[in-house]
């Protein structure tokens, strides 16, 4: 099971309704960790019960203050509630130097380290059930964007079993670490019965112009969680944004299940947003325009 709260979703600044970028991102109810940490975003954590103490890891996607304000008061909240496991922060090159300079801001007791990671267009950082794999976008400075994507499950075709007479129990148990086994003086194998299943793709792009080459990280995507800034006639030329139809565009061609669009300009808000909305749905029918405390629920 994979839970994701939009803590913020507007683009540059924040709004009375929106605050800056910020993703909530929660598997089998153990291994928590951030996409972008826009400057509200501890006490979003805080105001929808998140555990903020279990994050061990946080994935900036650039360098551009409305997705990292937030890193200074929650590191340092962190520490005064007593945090003593390390934080992992992983971002594009020069990750090292801003996260460098941000920790000599001020002053405060900080008792647990920091690791920086700086990655690169097709880098896999590895967890027990799922990998994070970063992509290159389309930006005005190093930016990255990160698939979440869980490893591949053997279960067990039940359908296959019933030919065999077989039922859930320590036999399809054997079967699933690769071992043969007998039943009713039938030898069974494990390819008679066991599939590999692929687990749950997610993308998230964050900043980006579109670009075809993206294509090729978010294709098959569950859900894609993608910048559309600007309404196509406002996107001024040489602005490395996307636009709703880029983002259904991206969608479309990647063969996506699932549209959410977020980072979303302060212009559309009120009747804007309906506009905005009603170009989303009809361009890509399963869509969303993402909210702050919007809560995705995905399961294998």
Known sequence: MLRIMFLGTSASVPTKTRN??????????????????????????????????????IFISHWHADHF???????????????????????????????DKLLRLGYYIRNYPIEVHELKHGDVIEFERFV?????????????????????VLKANMEKAAKFGLKTGPLIGKLKRGESVTFRGQVINPEDIIEKVRGLKVVYTGDTAYDDEL????????????????????KEPYVYHMTVSEAVALAKNSYSKKLIVTHISRRYEGEGKDKYEKRLKEGFKNSELAYDGMEVILKR
Request: charged fraction near 30%; glycine fraction near 8%; hydrophobic fraction near 35%.
């Open 20 to 57: 800056t970028p910020c993703l909530y991102f929660e598997h089998d109810y153990d291994v928590r960790f951030l996409m972008d940490v826009g400057e509200c975003c501890q006490k979003s954590l805080i105001t929808y019960g998140l555990k903020f103490m279990r994050i061990n890891h």
């Open 69 to 99: 304000a937030g890193l200074i008061g929650l590191i340092q909240t962190m520490g005064l509630e007593g945090r003593d496991k390390p934080l992992h922060i992983y971002g594009p090159r020069r990750s090292k130097e801003f996260m």
């Open 132 to 152: 994070i794999k970063a992509f290159r976008t389309f930006h005005r400075i190093p930016s990255l964007g990160y698939v979440f994507e869980e490893k591949p």
């Open 215 to 234: 294509v090729k990280s978010i294709e098959d995507a569950d859900l894609l969680i993608a910048e559309a800034t600007f309404e196509d006639e406002d």
